[in-house]
């Protein structure tokens, strides 16, 4: 999973991308209004954390244009402005949640969670097809109910696929998924066909009824043969 941190405070901004990365989250973050439009119109994020008050411009004004571009992301809103007439704006904006500072993390973690199963996944934890099941609160992935180890990047990989089921992926749009913004710069996505190769090895292996079928010079596509 994805997430942009549009906070202009830099210490609380490290903060929370630390513990997100220890969570297994690709993070990107943004400190200005500017920045964080640009970010937007140019990547896709599985949920933004939207501070109000930033340099340039309001967070609100961020989630009207994000609303009005039926841009798909989940937003919560992390604000110091506590009264209710703020924090109805933001829902009432289209804000999935909202967490007045100071938070523990604990809480924000629990939050972003909860928005991410009840928007991708209908308020569960787990994704099942087929014979195989993963388990994203446990980062566990098993087969016909035994348990099949990834690595980080696999498992990032397969749960995109899952939430994409034969749909095509671009390479780009894995890359930026699974290894965050700028990616798209690299002279090559080589990276991408090794992760793709291993994943494939250990789903034939433990005998997947799904496969990762590649689509020439453009991506690839998660199906059921």
Request: charged content about 25%; proline content about 3%.
């Amino acid at each position: 999973m994805k997430i942009l941190i549009i906070e202009d405070e830099p210490d609380l901004s490290d903060t929370i991308a630390s513990s997100l990365s220890k969570e297994q989250y690709t993070v990107a973050q943004a400190s200005t209004y500017q920045e964080a439009l640009s970010k937007i119109w140019n990547y896709e994020y599985d949920c933004i954390l939207l501070d109000i008050m930033l340099p340039g411009g309001s967070g609100l004004d961020i989630l009207q244009q994000i609303r009005d571009g039926n841009k798909p992301q989940n937003v919560i809103i992390i604000s110091a402005k506590d009264s209710l007439d703020d924090k109805l704006d933001g829902l009432n904006l289209g804000a999935d949640d909202y967490l007045t500072k100071p938070f523990h993390i604990a809480e924000l973690n629990a939050r972003i969670k909860a928005v991410l199963r009840r928007k991708k996944l209908d308020g569960k934890d787990l994704i099942e097809i087929a014979n195989i099941c993963l388990n994203l609160s446990e980062r566990a992935f098993t087969v016909e109910g035994q348990n099949t180890p990834l690595n980080r990047k696999e498992f990032d990989i397969l749960n995109y696929f899952l939430l994409n089921q034969n749909r095509l992926v671009t390479k780009t749009a894995l890359a930026e998924h699974v290894w965050g913004d700028h990616i798209d710069q690299t002279d090559s996505f080589d990276f991408v066909y090794y992760q793709i190769k291993n994943l494939r090895k250990k789903l034939q292996k433990a005998e997947a009824k799904i496969e990762i079928e590649s689509v020439y010079g453009v991506g690839y596509k998660l199906i059921q043969p």
